[in-house]
């Protein structure tokens, strides 16, 4: 019989919901305004605009509630690496590879004191405090080029900031596609999903 234990309180599933659905919308306006051919765009590239630019400023606002939210309360802490990072990083990539498919135990279970194995920490520490940041900054050099790009980057502004966000843009698609393969690496293979609508993490 499987255990459950109460993970997600109810201001990070608003906040996982809300984010999840503005990356959609702008990896699906992004890829419509980078790659759609004129005459027979995804999205019409007004609406495309339009579309993008909302949702990123929403983005970034979803991202500043949740650093408040990691600051007012306990779920910072999971965000922290202690000693033996290397050698824990290995164990739980052995796990992944190997461990898994042979039904062995993982090495660091999902604790209230701990929700995230070594790699899931790993990957949202760069995803959380590096890739967004860098993309809901760099979309507002974008949004205001002659105010703020200018002042950094001079003639290439458009070009160098252009650059960082699709980058950015490209690695947070990447983490969602490996995000939910993970999630179905659970005690059923949508238990994880469930435990982000109720709050309960299902344990083996």
């Not at 990356?23 to 890829?31: D, F, R, S, Y």
């Not at 050698?87 to 062995?104: D, S």
């Not at 993982?106 to 899931?120: A, G, R």
Request: hydrophobic letters at 50%.
């Amino acid at each position: 019989m499987s255990e459950k234990v109460y993970l997600y309180p109810v201001w990070i599933r608003f906040w996982h919901w809300t984010n999840a659905f503005l990356c959609l919308l702008l990896i699906v306006t992004g890829i419509s305004m980078q790659y759609s051919d004129p005459s027979f765009p995804m999205i019409r590239f007004d609406w495309s605009v339009s579309i993008h630019n909302t949702a990123g400023v929403l983005l970034a606002m979803s991202y500043l509630f949740f650093l408040l939210g990691n600051m007012v309360t306990s779920n910072g802490k999971h965000y922290v690496f202690r000693k033996g990072i290397l050698k824990n990083l290995w164990a739980q990539a052995r796990f992944y590879a190997f461990g898994i498919f042979k039904g062995e135990n993982p090495p660091f279970p999902i604790s209230v004191e701990s929700k995230f194995n070594p790699l899931q920490k790993l990957s949202y520490i760069v995803i959380m405090h590096l890739a967004i940041p860098i993309v809901a900054i760099s979309g507002v050099m974008l949004l205001y080029p002659e105010i703020i790009a200018n002042e950094f980057f001079g003639s290439k502004a458009l070009h160098t900031t252009d650059i960082f966000h699709v980058v950015m843009g490209f690695t947070v698609s990447l983490f969602l596609i490996v995000h939910l393969y993970f999630c179905t690496i659970g005690h059923t293979p949508t238990s994880n999903f469930k435990g982000m609508i109720n709050g309960f993490h299902e344990k083996h």
